[in-house]
């Protein structure tokens, strides 16, 4: 490339330099036309050419020495580019480029985006790395215990009895849901969570859903309060009541025995669906990653129901495949408050009977 430059700069200045002479004497050859001069036909002479031939040979080897010296200001962040994409290729994923001579801004911005992307693809490989450990913990405790159980039965240690069969059909029910939720988080990632989008008239698709589960949070000790406007949104009712009993379940997992409340409201031109119980919330730690998946609370508790730490990703994963978002906020009571705020929205009832 540098000597690519070198000869585009020595073209560029040998034709500028004809360029110019050629010019001036076409300038003067008019002026004379117009107004003659005694014994000159305006035409370069020998002398006149000599002298340009000895200005190329002054200015080009100054236009050598520019054009090698941009050459290498370009060249260098260009060749640290190129070593770096090589070893990131190679497996190197700690490879970066340097910027060196920040003045050229394109390249400076080329370089900056390139170390970029490479800290994104080291982040990926880190949290993949992660995501794979986990998951394998995960899935060895359930998978463990059936293993124990079946062949403590083949070996006469467990009678295969009604109770012992349901143990096993509950850490089987437990692996299927940690596979689905763990289906519907890498879907909803990758951007291919399949969802059947139509108008949802939410309040009734809630008090639905409410009267299934009211007299299981009852004997948990739960009361179930409802506040629904008459909205209607477009949406997957099938993934919305996916999403609102996660954030039960999580309510009832977690949360002291008291009043679990159910909100359904306009605010800001938005649909806010909320739920929200009686404390005592999540710690400032917890707050930071309680979105994250395999974040758990109290270990004791989600052991107790089956917790597997992928509820609340799974229903931002359903939130965010709406266009809509989740949040966390502390009530007035110090409970905990889970928002579906979905963005897009919202149509009134009335507006969507019209």
Partial sequence: MSRQILIAMSAITVTAGFLVFFGTYFAYTVIIALYPLPDDDGWPTSIDFMILGVLILITLPIAAFVSLRLA?????PLESLALSARQITAGDLTARATTGDRALGETAALIDDFNTMAQRLQDMAADMALWNATIAHELRTPLTILKGRLQGMIDGVFKPD????????????????????????????????????KPVRLASEIAQMAELIVHDLRANGFRLELDLADLVVEADATRIRQALLALVTNARRYAVRGTITIRLAEADGDVVLGVADEGPGLTPEMETRVFDPFARGD?????????????????????EAHGGRLRYRRTPRSGALFEMIFAKTKRSLAAHEA
């Fill in 72 to 76: 290498r200001r370009i060249l260098k």
């Fill in 162 to 197: 009604e109770r012992s069969l349901q143990g096993l059909i509950l850490q089987v029910d437990g692996l299927a849901r940690l596979v689905e939720d763990l289906r519907t988080v890498t879907l909803a990632d990758s951007g291919h969570l399949e969802l059947h989008i």
């Fill in 299 to 319: 270990p004791a508790r989600s052991r107790e129901f089956g917790g597997n730490g992928l509820g609340l990703s799974v229903v931002r994963a359903i939130i």
